[in-house]
């Protein structure tokens, strides 16, 4: 079984999301905005990075399917 570099890439790729993933569900907004986002509340800009930790949760998984798809494709012959 010879594992190819897309496959590494894939993998290494999820992990890096998933990692991510954890940071943004652990970071906590500001009490003060910054100027771009003054007009949005402190829930608002929480469950922003909430939505974008859901994004790279997904993302993550996509990796992760891919590397899985290309595994069994370079395996399968």
């Known amino acids: 079984m010879v594992v190819k570099f897309p496959v ?3 993998f290494l790729g999820a992990v890096s999301w998933f990692w991510l993933t954890a940071k943004l569900r652990r ?3 500001r009490e003060e ?3 771009s986002r003054a007009h949005l509340s402190n829930e608002e ?3 922003r990075i909430i939505v974008s930790s859901w994004i790279t949760f997904a993302g993550a998984c996509v990796f992760l ?13």
């Open 8 to 10: 590494i890439v894939s």
């Open 27 to 29: 970071f906590k907004v």
């Open 33 to 35: 905005p910054p100027a």
């Open 45 to 47: 800009r929480q469950r």
């Open 65 to 77: 399917i891919g590397g899985f798809v290309l595994l069994w494709l370079e395996n399968s012959n």
